[in-house]
């Protein structure tokens, strides 16, 4: 088993994450890269469920962590379930998508093995030692960094990777590894869950409608709406806008905000500061909409529309229902 790459599979009582894909992607293709077989981490007995989705990553091991003290998320318990499997398996690399979980955990692991823990990397690969890009500053910065260490616990940059399945018919073999937990560990508890939004939400939309100061007015929002309804969107914003009290916090996008990676990002009047940008870069297409064709958000965008948002998104409306009838 010696030299494996374990990637830990995001979950909440095993519902799989969005970003499990992008981990499962990154790990197989690192494992290619390096000729090392690759085994997911599914942490908790209802997890146990999930192998057959990391198959369709071309993962062909799941090891499933059951305790009774893993009944629930708790980051110090999760940490420690995969540091009893490590001295276990020896694995040469320890992976995550750099999610709040995802994060959370490794820094666990890695403090509890006093292994280093390169977060939010963007490139992992291997010379005489790991050379690692990774985002520092919220996006504004790429840090390039050398790590010497036999065991490489790292994060990748949510959104950095694009989820691919594998072709073919893949199997997985789940092993169940019990493992032994202090239950004073579950020092962070779950005590309850409250879900702020029904359907889809910002940071997993395939089509986002947002706007900045550039809208004038909560009420302003009204004609986003509508346009982030027919597309079947989300409205987002600058925090110019919360600032302001026009929109809720859960509404931003940004390095304060929500980070989104959608198929559509449509910035209505939003100038494109670096702390906006980061939070917008993942888009893969971005039509900017703005009366100033030196914006940021303009120069950076695929398309724009040079004009005032609020003759532009009724025109669009007009013609997305005419084309619809
Ligand atoms: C520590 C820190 C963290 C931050 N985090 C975030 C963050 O997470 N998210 C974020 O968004 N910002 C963040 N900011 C703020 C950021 O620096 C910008 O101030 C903010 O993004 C600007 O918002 P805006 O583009 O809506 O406003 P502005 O910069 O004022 O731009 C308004 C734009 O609207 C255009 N416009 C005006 N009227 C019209 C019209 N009628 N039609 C079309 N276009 C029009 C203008 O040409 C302009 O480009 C952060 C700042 C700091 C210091």
Redesign the pocket.
Known sequence: MMGEILVFVEHDQGQLSPSAGEALTAARELGERLSQKTAAVLVGQAAEGLGTMCAEYGVQLAYCLTSPVLSDYGPETWGQAIVELANQCSPSVILSVGTDRGNEVLAQVAARLGAPFAANSTVVQRGDAWEITRVQW?GSLLEDIVVDSELLIASYNHHSIEPAFFPGDNEIEVRTVGVELDPTLGRTVIRDRVTLTEGVTLSTASVVVSG???V?SADGFAQLEELADLLGGRVG?????TNNGWRSHAD??????TRIAPEIYIA?????????WV?AMASKNILA????RE?N?VTKAGYAVI????EVIPAVIEEVKRRRS
């Open positions: 919220g900045g100061r550039g004038g914003c600058s925090r110019a806008v931003q996008v940004g390095q304060t905000g209505c009047g939003i100038s494109g500061a670096i702390q906006h939070g909409i703005n009366t100033d914006a958000m004009a005032d948002l609020h």
